[in-house]
Structure formats: structure tokens, C-alpha cells
């Protein structure tokens, strides 16, 4: 068996990182992590966000329950070589 | 020469129009489904209930054997009422929530899943202990029948079903137990002669085919379950052109897409979607369904295919299981082996029996330790998070908190019930020795003392059972 957690997360706070030349190299984004709502695993409710779940090994497309405002609509993962310590992490992003 | 009068004509008429319909005799065919949105009849989702009513969950997997197995599991059930949960005035029977069978396993779970405790008052006198191959074999020589069996879509699994129907099962259909729909789940395993995968009587499995279950006799698929090889032909399923807006779910489509991920998730998809694909109907318009012990002979697979993948994992991950109980009923043989104090070779019978049940018993066997180990591994698992959190309170300074796992510290059992675990001796008055079990044949009659021995054994078996004893020695109410 392997292992999912699935966020539902809304941006907190966007800085940009720069080097010491004052070039922007890249993004931080701080994220919130939002209260548990539905986790949809091919089409059948397996739990609820924040917490690991267990699933088979291999090919399973996941969303979110209802309000739909959320981002992206699903999300199609293979899952595989994880650990109940260190679970596949996927990240909704509410809208 | 003699001429017949006109009443002669007549019944001479009448009887060659009879027996005209006889001989054009033809199995009832499964019925098209008319429309995929409607709703699903015969699925473990519609037989929900409360959540908190399955914080214990118990599944029973029935084995083949004939009259050898259906009393055994027979004996496991009278067991299963007589227990009480500790604390509670509830029998562990009230928790079964899911029965899989195979052959001689489903005459005693469907008879259950259909009459419930009614099963006590009456199924020893209507199947367990009639001579039912006899009846078969009667059937089989009333010439009326010779007409119907000369027909190529009539054959001696049709009279099978028909006895079944008429005189065991009372013409019930999975749309009764449907309507029914209180625990336990049946499900009725056949196997599939063109793959050689397991075929379950359910909606579902009908879906793949076109096919609405609703109307579809449980008698015919306890025939197509016991469907011995040789001794009984296969039952047929029509495999209709699937109807407008039907569709394999998400979770088959990312099935298929899973050869090189897990081919167990891949091939379970697979074998149903060369029926289920928009040419299915033309490629293979026909089942042709066997003993359900040809795929899997304790009926283990459907279970672990549940807790995997299906209805039980969901529960699971909805935090829904606290304790999980799964009781194997193996009604498995294991003859003393003659056939090695004789210094010439076993001749070709014994060679074809032993080549049809090795490879059955080894995988049986390998299916048992393979769902143990999977118990074993989420126990493993809930030990582990929790002994690491246990070490980052204790020497970090952070308050940092691993992911919990949803269903936390469940509970899980795997009572594994055969006759290897009855001693030599009689263990307990009422009670052969193992040998006496080992050399009951497989058959569909056994007389009445070997049937009340049988009964005796499931129910010590399941007592004595250590893995048993601890459900219930650490069950909390």
C-alpha cells in the first residue's frame, strides 16, 4: 500500500528571493493550510484533507469535495515508494 | 393395421409438441440494461448504514467442498450467533457485514444473506442434509429432460439451477436482496473458463457486461459457483452492446493505466473491460462461468479486493473501521496421502485429480498469508507513526507533529479456520479427529451424522481459534 495527504492551502504572503546582486532568483510563497474538506479518489470519497491516507500503488486521480473553488479542477497522480512517515503530498490551491 | 381413433391423435400430438419444446429448451439468459444512470441495485454501497454501526467490521469468506463445506461454514455461523461481544447483549453474528463464497460455501451464504436466522430453523432439512447430487442425477434421468438436455442452450448446470430455485432458494433474485439491503453483502464467486479470472455476482460485475442484475436468479449463480468441472457444464452470460452514456469510472480508467504500476489493479480492470469496451458485444458476446473455485477456492479475493480498493478502504479512510475482522472458513481436504507408501507410480486419475487441486490448495494457501501480511503491515504501520512521534516528543524541542493516519489505531484480525487445526484425537466430545474430517469427500450429499460432525467442527474451530480469542478478549464496547 502507499500513502497520500492532500492540502487544501490559500497563499499567504508572495516574496521575491534575490542574490546578493539584487537579481530576483526565484519566489517564496508562504502558504495557509485550510480546514479538512473532502478528498475525492477516483470518484469515491477517501477521507478528508490533512490527514495520510492509504491507497493502492499506481494511478489515481484526485479532487477535492465541494465548494469547487479550488485549483487545479483534479489532479492525476501515480503513487508510489512512499512511506506512511513521508506520504506523496498533493496541494489545491483555493481560489 | 390398427387405427387411431382421434383422442390418440390428439395426445400424440400433444405429446410430440411437448416434447418439440423441450428439446428447443434454452437457459435464462441475463437481461440488457436499459439505462446506465439508473440507479445501482445490487452494490456493497447501497448496504450503508449508520457510520458509527461499523466501527466493527466483520467479513466471512466461504471455501468450496460440497456438503463438507456448507456445513462447516454452517457450523461457524450457529458459532458466530451464540457468541456474545463482550459488554454487550449483541451476537458477533449481528456484525457480519460481508460474506464471499465458492461452491458449497455459497448454498450457506446465500441461504443467510437471503432468510437470515431462519437458517437455524430450516437449512439442515432443505440443503445440508438432502441427498442433492442424487436429485440432480434423478433429474438428469427423467426422460422429459433428455428432450431439454438434447437442446445445445439447456444443460445439466440449468437443471442444477432449476432444483436450486425451486426447492433451496424460493426463485429469490439479487433484486430481493437488493431491496432487502441489510448486512451481510453476499458475494457470489464464479470463475470466467475464458480467462480463468474470478467473476462476482454483483452490480458492477453485471455492468461490465450490460447487464442489469436486478432479475437475475441467486440460484443460478450459486449453479455457476459449484459448477464442479466435468461433473456440471458452465452457466452462460449474454454480453450485451452497452447503452448510450455508459462509461468505465475513474477508477477503472486510472486501473487501466497501471501495467507497469500494479498489475493486480491492472489485469482486475482488464479482464472486465474486453467485455465492457465499445466492441466487447461483438468480440466476446458470451461468458461461459465455472466453479468459483477454479479462480479462488476460499473466496479470500474479493475481500482483499474490498479492503484494497473498494467499499473497506474507503471506510477505512473515512475513519470509519475501529476493528476489522476477517474469518477464512477453509473446508479444504487434505486426504492422508496414499499414494506415497506405494512403491509403483499414482495412476492417471489420481494424477489428474491431484494436477486440478495442488495448484487450488497452494494458492489458497498463498492468498490466506498474503491478506495476513497485509493486516500485519498496517499494524506495522500505525506502530511506526506512532513510536516516531513519540521519539520527536521526547528529544525535540519543536512541538513538530507528524501526519496522522486516517483510521488510526485500527484494530485488525485474520482467523484462519481448516482442519489442520484439529488434533489426531478427538479434541472435545462432539468432536472428530482430524483424519475423520480430511477423508469426507466432496460431494453434495453427505449423511446426517457426518453433516452434525461438520456443524460440531466449525463452531469448535472458530472457539478455539487464538486469533478470535483475542478479538474478543480485546473488544471494547
Redo the contacts between chains.
Keep these: 500500500?502507499e500513502?497520500l495527504?492532500v492540502r487544501l492551502a490559500e497563499i499567504k504572503n508572495r516574496k521575491d528571493v534575490t542574490n546578493d546582486q539584487g537579481q530576483i532568483i526565484g519566489t517564496e510563497i508562504k502558504f495557509n493550510f485550510l480546514a479538512d474538506r473532502d478528498?475525492m479518489?477516483?470518484?469515491?470519497?477517501?477521507?478528508?484533507t490533512?490527514?495520510?491516507?492509504?491507497?493502492?500503488?499506481?494511478?489515481?486521480?484526485i479532487t477535492l469535495g465541494p465548494p469547487m473553488d479550488f485549483t487545479p479542477k483534479s489532479l492525476?497522480v501515480?503513487l508510489?515508494d512512499t512511506t506512511?512517515?513521508s506520504?506523496m503530498e498533493v496541494r489545491f490551491e483555493k481560489i | 393395421m390398427k387405427r387411431f381413433n382421434s383422442r390418440q391423435y390428439r395426445m400424440l400430438s400433444l405429446a410430440l409438441i411437448v416434447l418439440a419444446v423441450a428439446g428447443c429448451a434454452h437457459y435464462p439468459k441475463n437481461q440488457p440494461l436499459e439505462d446506465p444512470s439508473a440507479a445501482v441495485t445490487y452494490d456493497f454501497s447501497r448496504f450503508d448504514q449508520q457510520t458509527d454501526a461499523d466501527e466493527t467490521f466483520v467479513v466471512l469468506a466461504f471455501s468450496g467442498g460440497g456438503t463438507r463445506a456448507a456445513g462447516l461454514s454452517y457450523g461457524v455461523l450457529k458459532e458466530l450467533k451464540n457468541t456474545k461481544l463482550p459488554g454487550t447483549d449483541r451476537s458477533v453474528l449481528s456484525e457480519v457485514d460481508v460474506i464471499s463464497t465458492v461452491s458449497g460455501g455459497s448454498f450457506t451464504g446465500a441461504y443467510y444473506a437471503l432468510f437470515g436466522d431462519r437458517i437455524f430453523v430450516d437449512y439442515e432439512a432443505k440443503f445440508l442434509k438432502r441427498n442433492i447430487q442424487g436429485e440432480l442425477a434423478g433429474k438428469v434421468l427423467n426422460p422429459y429432460n433428455w428432450f431439454r438436455l438434447a437442446s445445445p442452450y439447456f444443460s445439466r448446470i440449468d437443471l442444477a439451477a432449476e432444483l436450486y430455485d425451486q426447492t433451496v432458494f424460493e426463485s429469490a433474485s439479487f433484486g430481493d436482496l437488493a431491496q432487502q439491503a441489510t448486512r451481510p453483502f453476499l458475494i457470489i464467486n464464479a470463475t470466467n473458463l475464458y480467462q480463468g479470472a474470478r467473476f462476482e455476482f454483483t452490480d458492477p460485475q453485471f455492468r461490465y457486461l450490460g447487464s442489469d442484475i436486478g432479475s437475475y436468479p441467486v440460484a443460478r449463480a450459486v449453479a455457476a459457483s459449484s459448477a464442479f468441472p466435468f461433473l456440471l457444464s458452465p452457466v452462460s452470460l449474454v454480453n450485451y452492446a452497452k447503452p448510450a452514456g455508459y462509461e468505465l469510472s475513474e477508477k477503472d480508467q486510472d486501473a487501466l493505466a497501471d501495467y507497469w504500476y500494479n498489475k493486480r489493479s491492472y489485469y482486475s480492470v482488464y479482464n472486465n473491460f474486453i467485455y465492457a469496451e465499445p466492441r466487447g458485444h461483438e468480440n466476446h458476446p458470451y461468458l461461459h462461468l465455472m466453479d468459483g473455485g477454479l479462480a479462488d477456492n476460499i473466496g479470500l479475493r474479493a475481500i482483499y479486493d474490498l479492503y484494497v480498493r473498494k467499499g473497506v478502504r474507503r471506510k477505512i479512510n473515512q475513519g470509519q473501521i475501529k476493528r476489522f475482522l476477517a474469518i477464512v472458513v477453509n473446508a479444504r481436504a487434505d486426504n492422508p496421502a496414499k499414494i506415497d507408501k506405494k512403491e509403483s507410480p499414482p495412476g492417471l486419475i489420481t494424477v489428474g485429480f491431484k494436477t486440478a487441486t495442488l495448484s487450488l490448495d497452494n494458492y489458497s494457501f498463498e492468498t490466506v498469508e498474503m491478506f495476513k501480511e497485509l493486516a500485519a503491515q498496517r499494524i506495522r504501520n500505525q506502530a511506526t507513526l506512532n513510536d516516531c512521534q513519540q521519539k520527536i516528543d521526547q528529544h525535540c524541542r519543536n512541538k513538530f507533529k507528524i501526519n496522522s493516519l486516517k483510521g488510526g489505531d485500527m484494530k485488525l484480525y485474520v482467523t484462519d479456520l481448516t482442519f489442520d487445526s484439529i488434533p489426531l484425537e478427538s479434541p472435545a466430545p462432539g468432536i472428530k479427529g482430524r483424519n475423520y474430517y480430511n477423508e469426507l469427500p466432496t460431494t453434495f450429499y453427505l449423511p446426517a451424522d457426518q453433516v452434525e460432525s461438520l456443524i460440531a467442527a466449525g463452531g469448535w474451530l472458530l472457539k478455539e481459534n487464538p486469533d478470535f480469542k483475542d478479538f474478543l478478549s480485546e473488544y471494547q464496547p
Design positions: 500500500m500513502y495527504i478528498l479518489v477516483g470518484g469515491d470519497n477517501q477521507g478528508t490533512n490527514q495520510t491516507v492509504e491507497l493502492t500503488r499506481g494511478t489515481h486521480t492525476k501515480v508510489k506512511v512517515i506520504p
